[in-house]
């Protein structure tokens, strides 16, 4: 072999041999040679790129790299990511001497020490080892020449890793970084729809240009690695095509030329194996609505933050929902401008699924939760409008054409039982409800209390309606159960006679100043009292703000 051909590790072997006289006797000379010919099969584990090796089962598999000494310690990172099931993974160095750790290349030392990794486990020391299937990271420190192994086992089945080497400590944005609560909420859930929100990448800010999310859907579990989810939508024998992922493969492998994702979303299905996987690339957006799922299924979901330009990915921690049973059983029809109230169980009556024909362009759907928190989803041939959990009132305007066909689902967010009015008109001077101010809170004044009296305020609206005044004397322990657990939808027609204080009348156009307030006298000292007001306009439906606990002074 000429020396321009020869491989690294074998020129290498070769100047310590030369440089060591001594152990060229027969049976050394002969033993060098064996343990040369397994080094030279070793793969070198490349800086500053991620390597694709692949696992045989059972069949260990080894490479390596060298750290030269350093004037300073030297760190170094390791990063070994599973593509597919858990693995056996480890990093080694020859054992030198207690006083000068890490000489075992060095021109000095005995070239016998470089052939310690293939002699037993007595000659080598294991920095790290691991097993499962996580991403899992190692960073150690180096002040002299060494050479340090890598050895990978997969026991399961023949399978690929990827690795990665790097020294440098400014090298962190390789891989896409996650958020400090990686997360995926699921906020919303349909028969066939559900809404996943996460929080953004702190390597979309600034943007990049080369940094998307991506989503997979499946059935059968969570994936913790996105090359575990390419290898699961890949049939057996076949390999994974680039087009499935529109990613460039990078490191020790062939690449390709980085092409970015289109700007409008990547949408694919691939059945592989025993998963079906559906993956969809969303760009910068990090909420999303999966769409054309089965009722009645759990579905896992995982999102991955990628670098497409170097291959590169973080995963969020995986999520998973059940779609509701099929709404086609137990439809119900909304009239326009008619008001329904819904009794939500979270046993025999979870959800309803309300259906609306359009009599013009511009409909408006109003909510009132009259208790607890729920969930409501709007949709129009098969595609989600909008989707939101709330309590209390909410009104969406939507757009579109004469005759189109709305599909309501709500759903209860909690697992006690809730209630909520519903009303849909296309005529909006029909609306049921009346209007509201910014804020539906009663506020009081500490400097306006005394041992007999109390004032409180509260934002009127720019229409003249009536506003009447409630109080009742309750327990100080009560408090949560008497502002939290009532009916929203009850009026004053729910209230006794003597918890009446008042009724006026308050309007201004200026909605700055449309502040009214009302000083209620004739109550005990050191008492507590649940204050509530309620909003009554043209159409006659009360509108209850959030109650108010006040306690009067002990002493004045």
């Not at 209630?419 to 209007?435: D, E």
Request: aromatic share 10%.
């Amino acid at each position: 072999m000429s020396g321009p051909q020869m491989c690294l590790p074998c020129r290498f072997l070769l100047v310590m041999c030369l440089s060591h006289p001594l152990i060229m006797a027969v049976g050394l000379q002969q033993n060098l040679k064996n343990e040369m010919f397994r080094f030279y099969h070793m793969l070198m584990l490349a800086e500053g790129k991620e390597t694709t090796i692949s696992l045989s089962k059972g069949m260990p598999q080894r490479c390596y790299f060298v750290l030269k000494e350093s004037k300073t310690s030297s760190f170094f990172t390791v990063r070994v990511t599973p593509c597919d099931i858990p693995i056996e993974w480890s990093i080694r160095v020859p054992k030198t001497s207690a006083d000068h750790f890490g000489k075992t290349i060095s021109g000095n030392s005995n070239a016998q020490e470089v052939l310690r990794f293939q002699k037993g486990p007595k000659l080598v020391r294991t920095l790290f080892s691991y097993r499962g299937n996580s991403v899992e990271n190692y960073t150690g420190a180096s002040h002299h020449s060494a050479v340090y192994m890598l050895e990978f086992l997969s026991i399961e089945k023949d399978t690929q890793i990827k690795a990665y080497l790097t020294t440098d400590s400014k090298s962190d944005h390789f891989y896409p970084e996650l958020p400090m609560d990686p997360r995926i909420d699921v906020i919303g859930i349909g028969p066939t729809t559900v809404t996943l929100a996460w929080k953004q990448s702190p390597s979309i800010l600034p943007p990049q240009g080369n940094i998307h999310y991506c989503l997979l859907v499946n059935k059968n579990y969570n994936f913790k690695t996105f090359c575990a989810a390419e290898t699961a939508t890949q049939p057996t024998g076949v390999k994974l095509s680039p087009s499935l992922v529109s990613l460039p493969s990078t490191g020790s492998l062939p690449s390709q030329e980085p092409k970015a994702p289109s700007k409008s979303k990547v949408s694919m299905s691939h059945k592989g194996g025993n998963a079906q996987v559906k993956q969809v690339c969303v760009g910068l957006t990090n909420t999303y609505t999966v769409s054309h799922l089965t009722p009645g299924i759990q579905y896992y979901f995982d999102v991955f933050v990628v670098n497409f330009l170097t291959n590169t990915s973080a995963a969020y921690t995986g999520a998973f929902a059940r779609t509701l049973e099929n709404p086609e059983s137990n439809v119900s029809k909304l009239k326009d401008g008619k008001v329904i109230q819904l009794r939500l169980d979270g046993r025999k009556q979870p959800f309803y699924n309300l259906l609306y024909q359009a009599t013009q362009k511009q409909v408006r759907f109003a909510f009132q939760s009259c208790s607890g928190q729920l969930l409501v989803e709007i949709s129009k041939d098969g595609e989600v409008l909008m989707s939101e959990r709330f309590a209390g009132l909410r009104h969406f305007i939507l757009k579109g054409r004469l005759g189109d066909t709305y599909l309501v689902h709500l759903w209860s967010a909690e697992t006690s039982a809730a209630s909520v009015k519903v009303q849909v008109s296309s005529l909006f001077h029909r609306s049921f409800f009346p209007a509201l101010p910014e804020s539906l809170k009663i506020k009081s004044f500490k400097k306006l209390r005394s041992c007999h009296s109390v004032t409180i305020a509260w934002l009127g609206t720019q229409e003249l309606s009536k506003y009447c005044i409630y109080k009742k004397e309750i327990e100080e322990d009560q408090t949560w159960v008497a502002t939290r657990k009532v009916d929203r939808c009850s009026g004053p027609e729910s209230r006794q006679k003597s918890e009446k204080v008042l009724c006026k009348f308050f309007h201004d156009l200026n909605l700055q100043r449309a502040v009214t307030t009302e000083t209620i006298r004739g109550l005990e000292a050191g008492t507590a009292y649940l204050f509530d007001v309620y909003l009554i306009g043209s159409s006659g439906v009360p509108i209850r703000y959030y109650s108010k606990v006040v306690k009067t002074r002990k002493r004045c």
